[in-house]
């Protein structure tokens, strides 16, 4: 199903996370190193250091033409992928920031990290619009469902938040694991949506009453990611256990273990970050191995 194609290898630090263009035209990869890299996904090799870092990057994130920084100390900035300049900076408190979201319909940018506040953001402005405090520990993750205008953030003390990305209304508050939770998706095609957790399970709730409808130990330590592939019914996780699995998303089966304990070749330490590229036929992975995998499909889509 997979093979591991290329390791790109430069950086001297775990890496926290992955950026990557709509086109896949570029990947990013940051995380303790005093840089951001760009990688040549067509030649499978180092482009560039895209930008310099006084902190640790916790999460990147592109939205329309803009990559989006976060750093350990609260500090994000916003670069214009058209010039690769930044274009704007500004704190969001002074703790780590460990996810960012983009609402495209409103033109503003979510943060949440280790200070339990959501922020919301004109981003090219570096504006503050509004502030939500959601919890008293760390907010870990969150994801976006436009069709139902719901904003799901992930919390350290192992609740699940449901907005509405309209007015940011609290509408429930899910208990949802027994440890921290570190990964959420949304089902692409039916009412769904799916966590990870420190506890290592995997939960699948049904939307529409947030019933848990599947609950399964996924991995062996904590699952660090959760994406779906853009065309095919396959999802992909990663996790602290130094693997990569690959579910089939109609009925959760696993279909493919990317480790070195089962392929001789993959990450030997933590996998942190995972993301598709080019429509699906390559997956990327990075961790604290300070190492980017290219996987790619064995057969053509």
């Given amino acids: 199903m997979f093979k591991l194609k290329t390791v790109l290898t430069g950086h001297q630090n775990p890496i926290y996370s992955l950026a990557i263009t709509a086109d896949s035209s570029r990947l990013f990869s940051a995380g303790a190193d005093k840089g951001i890299v760009e990688w040549d996904l067509t030649q499978g090799k180092f482009k560039k250091v895209f930008a310099p870092l006084k902190q640790s990057a916790y999460f990147i994130y592109y939205f329309e033409h803009y990559l989006a920084v976060a750093d350990r100390l609260g500090k994000i900035s916003i670069y214009d992928l058209k010039t690769d300049q930044a274009i704007a900076n500004f704190q969001a408190g002074d703790k780590a920031i460990f996810s960012l979201c983009y609402i495209a319909s409103k033109k503003e940018l979510i943060s949440a990290g280790e200070d339990g506040q959501l922020r919301v953001w004109n981003p090219l402005?570096?504006?503050?619009?509004?502030?939500?405090?959601?919890?008293?520990?760390?907010?870990?993750?969150?994801?976006?469902?436009?069709?139902?205008?719901?904003?799901?953030?992930?919390?350290?003390?192992?609740?699940i938040y449901v907005l509405n990305i309209v007015d940011f209304t609290l509408l429930y508050t899910l208990e949802a694991h027994?440890?921290?939770?570190?990964?959420?998706?949304?089902?692409?095609?039916?009412?769904?949506?799916?966590?990870?957790?420190?506890?290592?399970?995997?939960?699948?709730?049904?939307?529409?009453?947030?019933?848990?409808?599947?609950?399964?130990?996924?991995?062996?330590?904590?699952?660090?990611?959760?994406?779906?592939?853009?065309?095919?019914?396959?999802?992909?996780?990663?996790?602290?256990?130094?693997?990569?699995?690959?579910?089939?998303?109609?009925?959760?089966?696993?279909?493919?273990?990317?480790?070195?304990?089962?392929?001789?070749s993959g990450h030997k330490h933590t996998v942190n970050s995972i993301c598709w590229a080019n429509q699906g036929e390559i997956l990327v992975s990075t961790g604290d191995d300070r190492q980017v995998i290219l996987w790619e499909l064995s057969h053509p889509l």
């Fill in 178 to 264: 027994s440890a921290g939770v570190t990964a959420l998706a949304f089902h692409p095609t039916e009412r769904l949506l799916l966590s990870g957790s420190r506890d290592a399970s995997l939960k699948v709730w049904d939307i529409d009453n947030w019933n848990v409808v599947h609950n399964f130990t996924a991995h062996m330590n904590t699952i660090y990611g959760i994406v779906f592939h853009p065309k095919l019914p396959w999802f992909a996780t990663c996790s602290q256990d130094k693997s990569i699995k690959i579910w089939n998303g109609e009925d959760y089966r696993l279909l493919k273990i990317l480790s070195v304990e089962k392929l001789q």
């Fill in 125 to 159: 402005k570096g504006e503050l619009l509004a502030t939500f405090k959601l919890s008293d520990q760390a907010l870990r993750c969150q994801t976006l469902d436009t069709r139902n205008n719901y904003l799901i953030i992930g919390a350290k003390n192992g609740s």
